[in-house]
């Protein structure tokens, strides 16, 4: 049990890294009202759209992680205008499918650009620090930072901004806020763009620490499911929430089970809620 | 007409439908198939391995090809996933027709691809390591040129040994060789009266921060790794953030050249690697470097030259090409006292006098079970970013 603050620090710091991504795939489905599992390519390509910009370019972390986030987000809006937006009519199951479709072609598509090698970024690399017992490491506590920063950017920006506003009331009826004058279909363009743009920015944090290769945001995708699932599909503040129980979860699961099993909590976690509370921790559409 | 007659007449109808396509099997192209991790956690090394196989069928087709016919290869990408090798696999078999499968490399691919070798006759040549993919009941299609995970654990583990370990560790992704490696590690622990502490963790994660402090809270002096490249980069970047100042020896594929180019120098600095040594004194050690074009052959390409010129000139000496041929024929061309070749184009025209095939990757010598023997080992140490040879067994 000596273990246990360390765990839920090490915890915490991987659920604010993974509800970035989690709230772009939210942010969609509440918008879209369809799982994009393509936010696992998203994730890649912001993560080495942000390496392209920090190692290419020489760009500090800041600046590449805005690069990252254009970038997914560009290529979101592309990729969605042409695969997906023509089957979003036939249902959601029909572009769901379409979506892991999607995310291997993008996939591939960075495999075929930077090939299979792991590749890092260009970042000094310190010892984590030591306090009280627990270690922290300070590319952590920056990346920690930033996705605090941009969780705060989206929560005002949905809060304050007519943007967001127009966002909140097409994900809470469609209907409604077409009759009020809101375009549903450049709502949903915004979305997917600042949605997948979250994706390719969470991408790049969470490879920060580690490195990156094609398969960088697949390995993501099944957390990031978790939590958005967890928390209740189409609410952001629940996706915050889900990443926080995944984050924590996952790590402080390795006191009981062997670490083999750690995405098993994501899982276990779905399960759990589908039983008890299947509209997610704070239900959906809270936008 | 007679009945006799008609029999006749449906008979030499038969044999003169029947006789283009006999024809045409005698002058179809010989398929050797290759399984290779083109993409996934192996893709550093597939596809250099799928050339090394071309450039041996290159070369055999320019010297006039086999058994009077040209050699072709059918490559698929196992995705270092086995089920995505099982597709592919059945593709080679049940559509190309493929003698052979060669070049599986990750053991879990292996152990789910040699059943459907084995039950259609098809020869399946690996470079995976796990001890349990030799004692299947492959009833002789599956040959490895890759040592065993015993032995390659119990050289590593003398070697930690050697450099004067006391406290042992072993962390490792679940592979089919994971266990086996703990349980080597332990006897090897306890024969020596060291204390030894194991974790198996889950592929694929983004840290091991939480692993890292686990298998740390018994202070190791020596930690063994057992992953792949992938998430080998994200446990030596986590162990030297948390500020872990033991040794540290990892197998040359997990520690690769592309781990060493993604990290920074200092969390690599002193880290040994070890690997079965490639032959690299031998002519057939310069002629995949020339095939590839490179100057260091990694140990998997080596491997796959090796499998190659192995069925080629296994079907040559039965004079079939299929399965079953390089089954029977594989121990009398690659050991015994015949004449030492090192390719195949030389080993077809000294076939007739009896040959022992010595590759790029060592002899080439198989035991019963299909096991490679007498491999060598190199361990390097890394320093500034560059592994140099530290020593040999």
Not at chain 2, 30 to 40: C, D, E
């Amino acid at each position: 049990m000596e273990l246990l603050p360390q765990l839920l620090i090490n915890g915490v710091i991987f659920g604010s890294l993974l509800a970035i991504p989690a709230i772009g795939f939210t942010a969609i489905f509440a918008v879209l009202r369809f799982p994009n599992f393509s936010v696992a390519s998203h994730a890649t390509i912001g993560a080495f759209a942000g390496y392209a910009a920090n190692v290419w370019l020489g760009l500090p972390t800041v600046p590449a992680l805005l690069f990252a986030f254009t970038t997914a987000a560009a290529v979101g809006c592309i990729s969605d205008e042409i695969a997906l937006k023509p089957l979003r009519p036939y249902g959601a199951l029909t572009a769901a499918i379409a979506s892991i479709a999607l995310t291997i072609v993008l996939e591939n598509m960075v495999r075929l650009g930077f090939g299979n090698d792991l590749r890092g970024y260009n970042l000094p690399l310190m010892r984590d620090w030591r306090m009280y017992g627990v270690r922290v490491g300070p590319q952590q506590l920056q990346n920690l930072i930033l996705a605090l920063m941009i969780m705060t950017i989206v929560f005002l920006a949905l809060k304050f901004t007519r943007t967001g506003k127009a966002m909140r009331a097409v994900a809470d009826n469609p209907e409604l806020a077409e009759l009020k004058g809101i375009d549903p279909t450049f709502v949903g363009r915004l979305t997917v763009f600042f949605g997948m743009g979250l994706v390719g920015a969470g991408g790049m944090l969470l490879g920060l620490g580690t490195s990156i290769d094609p398969l960088t945001g697949f390995r993501f995708i099944l957390p990031i499911f978790a939590a958005a699932v967890v928390g209740g599909l189409g609410s952001i503040p629940g996706s915050v929430i889900g990443a926080m129980v995944i984050g924590i979860g996952e790590e402080l699961s390795i006191l009981v089970l062997s670490a083999t099993y750690k995405s098993a909590v994501g899982f276990f976690a779905i399960v759990i809620v589908l039983i008890f509370r299947p509209r997610g921790i704070l239900g959906e559409r809270k936008f | 007409m007679s009945i006799l007659n008609r029999r006749l007449f449906l008979g030499a109808s038969a044999a003169a439908l029947a006789a283009p396509s006999l024809l045409g099997a005698q002058t179809m192209p010989i398929k050797l198939g290759s399984l290779t991790p083109l993409t996934g956690v192996g893709g550093t090394y597939g596809p250099s391995m799928r050339d090394a196989i071309s450039g041996v069928i290159n070369q055999v087709n320019e010297a006039g090809g086999l058994l009077g016919r040209e050699v072709v290869l059918v490559s698929e990408d196992t995705q270092t996933s086995p089920e995505a090798a099982v597709r592919a696999a059945r593709k080679l078999i049940d559509v190309d027709g493929v003698a052979a499968i060669l070049g599986t490399w990750a053991s879990s691919v292996t152990t789910a691809v040699a059943p459907l070798a084995w039950e259609s006759r098809t020869m399946l040549m690996c470079v995976s390591g796990a001890d349990s993919i030799t004692q299947l009941p492959h009833q002789g299609f599956i040959c490895r040129t890759q040592p065993n995970a015993e032995l390659q654990i119990n050289t590593a583990g003398e070697f930690m040994l050697r450099e004067g370990a006391t406290q042992l560790a072993w962390i490792g992704r679940q592979t089919p060789f994971a266990e086996l490696s703990i349980h080597v590690l332990e006897k090897i622990a306890a024969e020596n009266d060291f204390g030894m502490d194991s974790l198996i963790y889950e592929a694929d994660k983004t840290t091991y921060r939480s692993e890292v402090d686990q298998i740390l809270r018994s202070n190791p002096d020596f930690i063994l790794l057992g992953g792949y490249a992938a998430d080998t980069v994200v446990l030596l970047r986590d162990l030297w953030q948390a500020g872990y100042e033991g040794q540290i020896v990892g197998p040359a594929y997990a520690v690769n050249p592309s781990v060493l180019d993604t990290l920074p120098k200092d969390v690599t600095e002193g880290v040994f690697t070890w690997e079965g040594a490639p032959a690299v004194e031998s002519a057939a050690y310069a002629n995949v470097q020339q095939i590839l074009g490179v100057e260091d052959v990694d140990p998997y390409s080596a491997q796959t030259y090796d499998h190659a010129n192995l069925s080629i000139l296994a079907m040559a000496a039965g004079e079939g090409t299929t399965g079953d041929t390089i089954q029977s024929n594989l121990r009398l061309i690659s050991q015994g006292d015949g004449a030492l070749v090192d390719n195949a184009v030389d080993g077809l025209a000294m076939l007739s006098g009896g040959i022992n095939y010595s590759g790029a990757s060592g002899p080439c010598d198989f035991d019963d079970i299909g096991d490679i023997v007498g491999t060598q080992f190199v361990f390097k140490l890394i320093s500034n970013g560059v592994a140099s040879v530290h020593s040999r067994t």
